[in-house]
Structures are given as C-alpha cells and as structure tokens.
C-alpha cells in the first residue's frame, strides 16, 4: 500500500490541510479495538469457511482487512447514535454489539437469525443496537442514513448518524443528493467512505475522475478528510472530530477511510484485477490487527500469553456461533407470509 | 483435535471442482489467511485461503485431482501437540462430520420426493377490513375539492400527531405546486412543512429513512412521474424493509401525488402507475375519485404503519363534492364502494377511471341497461369480495383504466372474475384502458389515447349482447 497521503478539506481550505492528528490509545483502547477487529476477522474466516461448505448461500462479502475502519468509528458513539451501511455489513453489526450468534444464523438463513432468516447476509437490521441495515442496493443507504439524520435533528436530539459507503458507492447520483440535503439542513450524518480501492473488479482510478474522495463534498461545502483506515488510531482520531461537529450542529462531514480488503468482491470473485503481491503487501506491512497486536507487546499493555487468551476466547465465540447457525432449524414455512404489512 | 480442510463451494452453484496446485506441504506451517492451495472451477481459478491455524498434517486429495465433490475433505491440519499419526484416528471422525454436512446439503433434495405431498407454500394471509364508519343521521355535509380535502386531511393528521411531516417539492412556500399543501406552512411552521430541492431519489431515500427512525413523512411528489427517480427506495427500502429485518423496523410512510394524464402534458407527464406499484408486496395503494374519500383514506394512509401509495389525478384536484362534516373521518383501506347500484353489468374503475363509468352509467340506463358500478378506492390489498358479489348478480363485467392494458390492473380483475366468479359469467370481461401508445401530444391524439365514455358504453353494451 503506498504511504496513505491524508488530506484535509474544510470550507476555507483546500486539500493541504494536515489530517486530524492520530491520538496515542490507552492499554484498555488497544486491548478492546484488539479484540473487537480480531472477533470481526475470525468471524468473517468462519463465514467464509461456512460458505466454502455450502452452509451460507447466495452472496457473501467479507470485510476482511477493513476491521480498523468500523472498530475506529463506533468507539466515537453513544447511546442513541446509529449506523447503516450496504452489504459488506458484518463488521459492522458485530461493532455495533449485534450477537455473532444471531448474525451467523443469519448468514445460514435459519429461524433465529437477525432477520429470522428471511434476509440474509445483506439484509440484517437491529434496532436495540441502532444498526439499520444491511442495504443490497449500492448507494441507497446513503440518502436513508441521512434520513435517520433527519429525524435526530426533528426531534431536536444530539444523536450522529454514520452512514457508510464504499468508493463505488461514492459514484452514485444519490450520494450527491443526500450531501445536499444534509448540509442544507446541517444535518448530523457522518458519511464514512471505505474506500478499499475496487469496486468489485473496478479500481477507483478507472472508476472516478477525482480520485481524492474526501473532497466529494466540496461544491456542497461539506468537510471532509482522508484517514488510515489501517490504524484505528487514526479512524478513532478522526472519528471524534467528525461526531463532534456533527453534534454540535454543523452539519454533516466526510471521511475518506484508505482501506484494503484481502479477499475478493463477495465469495466468488477470483481477483484477477489485482496482484497477490499487492495484497500481500498490504497483509504483511499494514495489516490493522498485527500493528495493534506489536503496539501493545512492545509497550507492554499485554503478554504474549494474554493476548493468546484473547485469541482462544475470540476464536470460542467465533465457533459457538458458527455451530449455532449449522444447528439452528430453517424458518417455519407460516413465516413465508408473516412481516409484510403489520 | 485436528482440523478437516474441506473443497470449498466458491459460488451459489458450485458442485465439483479440480485440485489444480498445493502451495503448501505436508509439515508446514499454516496461518489463516495463507493461500494453501488453487482450485479450478468451470469460471475461474481460485485461491483457497486457510482459516485455521496450525500444521498440514496430511494431503488427502492429491494436486491434479479433477471433478473433486464440495465438502469432500482435502487435507487436515494438525494443533499444537498433535502428530500425523492422530489423523488416522480421527479419520472416521473427519468422514462423519463430512457425512453430517452432506446430510445437511442434501436436505433440499432429500425433501424432493415428498414435494407433492407437502404443501408448496402456506396459504396468502386475507386482508381483513372494516366497512366504512356510519355517518350519523343528520351531519352536516360541506362541499369542497378534491384538492381541499387533501390539504385537510394532512393538516388534522399533523394536527393529532407531531410526528407527522411533509416534504417535496414546492409544497411549502409556493404553497404546493397543484395547491394541495395550501396554508400548511402557515399552520405548522417550516420545520414540518418542508421544501426540497429538486431531487426525488435522494428525498423518497430520506424520508424512508426518517420513517425508518420512526417518523411520519408524507412525502409529495410533484407528479408520480417523477417519482420513476425514486421508485428504487420506494420499492428497495420502504416495501421490504419490514419484512427484510424480520419484523424490526418499517416505513410508515405516504408517496402521494397526481399520477395518469392531466392534460397535453405528453407522454414523459402523463403515465398511470397504478398497475407498477400495486404489483409490489409490502405497500398499500390508494386511489380516490371524490373528495370524501380523499379526504378519508388519506387520513387512513397517514395513520397506517406501512408505506402507501397514494394516486391522485390532476384532473379531479378541482371537482367538488360532498364531504361529512366529523371530528374524524376515516375510512378503511382495502374497501371498494358501491357507487351505483345495478343489476345488468358490473362496471369496475376506480379515480379519474370513475368518470367515465358513471357517465357511461347514465347513457346505459337511456338505453334500458343498469350498470352497477364500483369504485376500487384501494387498489393493494384490492376488495375482490365487492366485485365478485356484484359479477355473481350482474353475470357481467367490464373494467375501466387510463393505463395500459397489458398487465393492468384490469388484466388482474378479469382474472380474479375468472377464478371466483367463471360460472356465473355470462360473457368474457371486457377491459377498456388507454391505448398502449405513450401519450401524444395533439389534442385529438390524445384523446384517442384515453378511454372515453363512448367506450365503456360500447364494451358493455358487447357484454350485455347488445
């Protein structure tokens, strides 16, 4: 990956700005963002595996290599906030502290699933833990997030809303139009751009005349920012600085996450569009967990054996779930016609 | 206990595929996420990645293997502490846990053969529906528009509840383009009368995002033309939603609007949309032909917890007619009404559809033949006991849109007179609908476009045999 050139733009300036500067974690930041994005990898592994055995069917997309950019973002929220996102959701649900159980057994397509089986892993929703979906349609979260927005501020409460969405999203008309909306109304949506540089098979220099997406809402004067999306210090960082504007009634803000997923598109993408070598430059120098993994032994927040323990846990909750979701019965058949109309 | 690496499915429909290449031998170490193998498939070459850690203990099937089954175990990896020589142990282990899987994939077609006896699917829930509320004896009836009725429908919605909103375009300080939202802004601020810019996509997403939040837009759409910009959150996001998250959350939401030719306004302004979105599971569709209606299912839209279409015609924004004068008056969705009783032929429509039915009512019964004649009101859930009731005392039917026919909503009640009613048929249902043209301009091309009267006479009058 080369060196991540962050850039800042604000209304008055333009991309020379420094990025929000990253902030140093304490041992209980490092050890928490540690086990969270090792939870979402494992997660994912298994999910892959389950997909390999025919247990998840349909499209699978796995988050792999992003795991910074969500466990970043959510350490920046409170009660109340919310977040929506398309269908590379299960980093998402899991930061959000939806049950790896119920996410699986979605993902299997089983009674007790999220969505009782009747979504899958594109359509997941919870809104005990403010997570709203979970959308197939590229793009289409975006304009829906900035309508959570909207009811946080008719409601005159200071809860931010995240909206993400990735570089390919980032070329649909509806962004634009929910970017202006949002500021015209200074609404508390934080658009968070994970761009992991394809598209599917697209990379984001055949795909986007500018390729500097934190400057997308320029012509709407939106704030924006490029970050580590590799370094949860630095999304945690910039996390807070976009929450607080959001909060304090500024209206939205944008933040480019520079971010890498190892695997393919979904499950059967083969990526021929890029090198291993590519990606495993990225895995060996930059990967979010190993850098976390060396900060705390070398500042001696943790032991070898402690993050093992970590590990041995993470991989115990990883598997419960899994054997949940093998386990659990299929949907029964009444729910065919039940949650259309209530 | 050591691990099974199983032949991976690496796509919906992959079965078999060929173990073209190990990258890794027997006594390495493996981490997740090492490439440890290339598999063929009819599409690709793909890399397998290992999700578990620990040694290669054995090679089971070797690099060259072609038409490999998916599950079939490929190789094992060893923990920490064990040896090869645990494999063969755990070998009947490793075939039972395969067996186990296979069992569960196999389950579709295990369940094959028993397919005629079980039943496909469970039976479509009935909607039910109350009949319209009594008006009492003695309520004083005031006459206003179609248009009027609107405004006042949403304005006592949003009176009683502060979740209520309205958004679109020019509904606030121009006071709505067609009027409709007139005084709303005076009464209710800017905060929940709300002016966008020009931008459908972007503000049907957002008001089914506020919906999903747990507000209450109505979101106006200048035209239900426009609302073709829109139609993928409307039916993505709003319609099924609810169903999507197993129950836990949905839109309740109002996309109304004027929808179907006004006039001369050419074909990208004059398309009917009933037959699109009543097609949809998961929304609500409502059309109204009279200002007591409008005003009634309106209030019934804002009030239901699903997302409504609410088809309105430009045309009738003026017509006058009676409305009861109640502290609340709503009427039930899902209700046809008897607009005209008749024992000769059912004549089925339903807004500006109306017009020419009751008209055609008229010069019917110059001519001896009384048409009874039904107002669908809402289209989704559609009131099929009205019609059918009054086919099984008619013995005839003819139904009356300004859409197109193929796929209309007229298509869909001839079938359901057909399925419930085929005996008591004493012709075939006839269909009068706008020409399958998209809309010309000339006045008098246009009007060819349209039903008119002369043609629902001349279609009941076939089916009456006369």
Request: net charge negative; hydrophobic share 40%.
């Amino acid at each position: 990956m080369p060196a991540v050139k962050a850039n800042s733009n604000t209304q008055t300036d333009d991309d020379q700005a420094p990025t929000t500067p990253l902030v140093e974690f304490s041992k209980d930041q490092d050890l928490a963002a540690y086990e969270m994005m090792l939870s979402i990898r494992r997660f994912e592994e298994k999910a892959g595996q389950m997909y390999g055995m025919g247990l998840i069917g349909g499209f699978c997309h796995l988050y792999i290599g992003q795991e910074a950019v969500v466990v970043g973002m959510q350490m920046a929220l409170k009660e109340g906030d919310q977040v929506i996102t398309g269908y590379r959701d299960h980093g998402h649900m899991i930061a959000c502290g939806m049950d790896a159980k119920g996410v699986m057994a979605e993902l299997t397509g089983r009674a007790h699933g999220y969505s009782k089986g009747k979504g899958g892993s594109m359509h997941m929703f919870s809104k005990e833990k403010g997570f709203y979906g979970g959308h197939g349609i590229v793009g289409a979260q975006v304009p829906l997030g900035t309508g959570l927005a909207f009811a946080n501020r008719y409601r005159g409460n200071d809860n931010v809303t995240l909206a993400y969405f990735g570089d390919g999203a980032a070329n649909q008309g509806q962004v634009y139009e929910s970017f202006n909306m949002a500021e015209l109304w200074k609404l508390p949506v934080v658009y968070v751009i994970e761009n992991n540089r394809y598209a599917m098979g697209t990379s984001s220099t055949r795909s986007s005349a500018e390729t500097n997406l934190s400057r997308r809402g320029l012509s709407f004067k939106i704030p924006g920012e490029q970050v580590d999306g590799m370094d949860v210090r630095a999304v945690k960082a910039a996390a807070d600085k976009a929450v607080a504007w959001c909060r304090a009634g500024k209206g939205p803000y944008i933040l480019e996450m520079l971010t890498y997923r190892y695997r393919g598109h979904s499950m059967s993408d083969p990526a021929k569009y890029r090198t291993r070598e590519e990606v495993d430059k990225v895995r060996t120098t930059h990967d979010p967990i190993d850098m976390v993994r060396l900060r705390v032994l070398e500042k001696k927040f943790a032991k070898e054996e402690d993050l093992k323990k970590i590990d041995a846990s993470v991989r115990d909750l990883v598997n419960e779930a899994a054997e949940f979701a093998t386990h659990d019965p299929e949907p029964d058949p009444s729910e065919l016609f039940t949650e259309i109309y209530r | 206990m050591p691990t099974n690496i199983l032949m991976p499915a690496l796509s919906p429909t992959m079965e078999k595929g060929n173990l073209a290449k190990w990258l890794k031998k027997e006594g390495d170490t493996i981490k997740s996420g090492d490439i440890i193998a290339e598999i063929e498939t009819d599409k690709a070459t793909m890399e397998v990645e290992a999700s578990d850690e620990g040694t290669l203990g054995k090679i089971l099937i070797a690099e060259g293997t072609q038409d490999v089954a998916v599950n079939t175990p490929i190789a094992v990896i060893l923990n920490e502490g064990e040896d090869a020589s645990s494999v063969k142990a755990e070998a009947p282990a490793a075939a039972k846990a395969e067996k186990t899987e296979e069992k569960a994939e196999a389950k579709p077609e295990a369940a094959a053969p028993k397919e005629e006896k079980a039943p496909a699917a469970p039976a479509a829930p009935v909607h039910a529906v109350a009949a319209d509320p009594d008006v009492p004896e003695g309520t004083e009836m005031v006459t206003i528009t179609m248009r009027e009725a609107l405004r006042d429908a949403m304005a006592e919605e949003m009176r009683r509840d502060g979740d209520v909103f309205v958004m679109g375009e020019e509904v606030a300080e121009y006071q709505g383009a067609y009027k409709v939202t007139q005084g709303l802004l005076q009464e209710f601020g800017d905060k929940r009368v709300i002016d966008t810019p020009i931008t459908e996509h972007g503000f049907a997403g957002l008001g089914v995002g506020a919906a999903l939040a747990g507000l209450k837009p109505i979101v106006e759409f200048m035209t239900f033309n426009f609302a073709m910009q829109a139609i993928d959150q409307i039916i993505n996001s709003a319609a099924k939603t609810l169903y999507m998250s197993g129950g836990q959350m949905g839109a309740q939401i109002v996309f109304r609007g004027p929808n179907g030719a006004a006039a001369r306004v050419g074909a990208q302004h004059s398309q009917d949309y009933s037959a699109w979105y009543s097609n949809i599971p998961g929304l609500r569709v409502i059309s109204p032909s009279n200002p007591a209606d409008a005003k009634g299912l309106l209030k019934a839209a804002i009030r239901d917890p699903n997302p409504v279409i609410f088809l309105e015609n430009e045309i009738l924004y003026g017509q006058s007619g009676p409305v009861p004068k109640m502290d609340d008056f709503v009427l039930p969705i899902g209700k046809a009404k008897v607009a005209r009783a008749g024992k000769d032929v059912t004549i089925i429509s339903w807004s500006m559809g109306m017009q020419y039915a009751l008209k055609a009512a008229d010069e019917l019964a110059k001519d001896g033949i009384e048409a009874e004649v039904i107002d669908l009101r809402t289209l989704k859930p559609m009131d099929t006991e009205t019609f059918i009731a009054s086919v099984k005392k008619t013995g005839r039917a003819v139904t009356v849109e300004e859409g197109w026919q193929q796929s209309g909503v007229g298509a869909e009640i001839a079938a359901r007179i057909m399925e419930q009613a085929f005996d008591y048929l004493d012709a075939p249902v006839a269909r009068v609908s706008g020409k399958e043209v998209p809309m010309p301009y000339a006045a008098n091309l246009e009007k060819l476009a349209l039903p008119s009267v002369a043609e629902v006479v001349e279609a009941a009058k076939a089916v009456c045999y006369r």
